[in-house]
């Protein structure tokens, strides 16, 4: 599949994936580096506290830190929503830019922070680095639905989950004590640089065809940006474009509301669908992200061992992902989200059992160690990248965006909530927290898309829509027996 997309569209591949490392670099990296860092960044909270001659007890510090690793999704969330109207009104270009921008400041405001030693300003600039991310995340996902042949959609699609996998992959090898760990200005004021690349990349890109010829029913320009990202001639972008018109027939053009969204059934049922695919994606990824090498320190696993073990997982997110990305668009959407997420969550369950035996019995820690690398691997290969073009696979054109914003609220506040929750219930419950925190919830979005997803590999969103609005659904037919 890589080699067939890179002799057809060696351009749109390698633009599309440098966008989206680009775009992504801070979401994955931020999101990572305080996992191996964990004791510099303690060491300075605690610092600052000592300072004011207020110290910190334990449990002070486990909901302050997660409170701080959390800002970034509370503006996440608020981000999301500003992508509708800014990709409507200036387009998914636009709001790349915007989003990027906003966390160029940010990175700069958390440098600030550190040389301050202030707690509250490394907070306020997670927090506009998640309001960059949301706005970023939710405009690179039209970008690369929106500039891909049908063909190739999910291959390059995938590349926003890949594209976290290496962020995160640099967040946790650049977090430890030995590289930038121990220099903690530093390793938060590295994110800038892809930031302001990207801005200086995208100044020399046009928008999306679909967006020029839907919204601002510019056809020449439309067809001229298929000629630059499909790398074909005129007449062939003169037969794409007229794709498009199959795709919003019948759509009459008004402003996107809650209420038309849930009165409609398939849009209704899109986000739906969407919200489940997204909440099933990070509801578990965050915290372990988060907090994979605590988890495995109390596992029994030496900090060394425990530092190793969580920069092996990201190495296997990458592998994985790229894996994922090869065969996405033959084995289909359905396949391997249902698939892997099923194996993800039978991860989850090793790990709780493993880590409650690992008192009376220490071998289990490779359990452990073991089952996160299992839960790395069945999430890179489907449960990772398939959400992130899923919902916008479900809707069409003119709601897309609107849509995707609700679907990856959903999600946001699900990452919040476990995010927030997890390190103190962990001090609580130990590894059985899991099973309320994640692998319930797991279990519930997976039921419900087993039941209710159709499949979108090599259709057409209008074709898509269709199946959506008469409620046909060929996904028995896609896993059968095979899945359970």
């Not at 590289?179 to 801005?199: H, M, Q, R, Y």
């Not at 916008?392 to 995707?404: D, G, K, N, V």
Request: charged share 15%.
């Amino acid at each position: 599949m890589w080699r067939a997309a890179l002799a057809d569209h060696k351009k749109l591949m390698l633009l599309s994936g440098t966008v989206a490392f680009l775009a992504m670099f801070q979401m994955g990296y931020s999101a990572s580096y305080p996992n191996t860092s964990f004791h510099a960044f303690k060491a300075f909270i605690n610092n600052s506290y000592v300072e004011r001659g207020r110290p910190l007890t334990e449990e002070e510090f486990n909901w302050l830190w997660a409170l701080i690793l959390n800002t970034d999704l509370i503006a996440f969330l608020i981000g999301s929503w500003l992508c509708p109207p800014m990709v409507e009104k200036f387009g998914r270009k636009t709001g790349l830019l915007g989003g990027n921008l906003i966390k160029l400041i940010a990175g700069s405001l958390m440098i600030v922070s550190i040389k301050c030693h202030s707690t509250e300003l490394l907070a306020a600039g997670r927090m506009i680095s998640g309001l960059g991310d949301g706005l970023a995340a939710s405009s690179l996902t039209l970008f690369l639905q929106e500039t891909s042949p049908t063909n190739i959609r999910g291959l390059v699609s995938g590349f926003q989950e890949l594209s976290i996998s290496f962020a995160t992959l640099i967040g946790v090898l650049f977090g430890l004590p030995y590289v930038f760990g121990s220099s903690l200005a530093t390793l938060v004021g590295l994110s800038a640089v892809p930031n302001a690349a990207l801005i200086f990349i995208l100044m020399f890109c046009p928008d999306t065809p679909k967006y020029l010829y839907v919204e601002k029913k510019d056809k020449l320009g439309a067809i001229a940006a298929v000629t630059f990202y499909h790398g074909v001639d005129r007449d062939e972008a003169i037969d794409v474009i007229s794709e498009l018109d199959k795709e919003h027939e019948g759509e009459q053009h008004c402003r996107t509301t809650f209420r038309e969204v849930f009165s409609s059934r398939h849009l209704r049922k899109a986000v739906l669908l969407g919200s489940a695919a997204c909440i099933f994606q990070i509801v578990a990824n965050i915290p372990i992200t988060f907090y994979s090498t605590e988890f495995l320190r109390r596992a029994g696993v030496s900090a060394w061992g425990a530092e190793m073990a969580s920069l092996g997982m990201m190495v296997l997110n990458c592998v994985a992902t790229l894996l994922s990305m090869n065969f996405v668009d033959k084995c289909g959407r359905r396949h391997l989200l249902l698939g892997f997420g099923f194996l993800n969550i039978v991860a989850l369950v090793m790990y709780s059992i493993f880590a409650e035996l690992s008192s009376q019995m220490p071998w289990t820690k490779y359990g452990c160690i073991t089952a996160l690398f299992a839960f790395s691997f069945t999430y890179s290969v489907g449960l990772g990248p398939v959400p992130w073009y899923l919902t916008a696979e479900l809707s069409p054109q003119m709601h897309r965006s609107f849509i995707q914003s609700i679907a990856i609220s959903s999600s946001t506040v699900a990452g919040m909530t476990t995010g927030l929750l997890t390190l103190p219930l962990y001090g609580y419950m130990n590894a059985t927290s899991f099973f309320p925190l994640f692998i319930v919830p797991s279990l519930l979005c997976l039921i419900y898309l087993y039941r209710q997803l159709p499949e979108t590999k090599n259709k057409e969103i209008y074709e898509i829509v269709r199946e959506l609005r008469g409620g046909s659904s060929d996904s028995d037919s896609c896993l059968g027996v095979n899945m359970l």
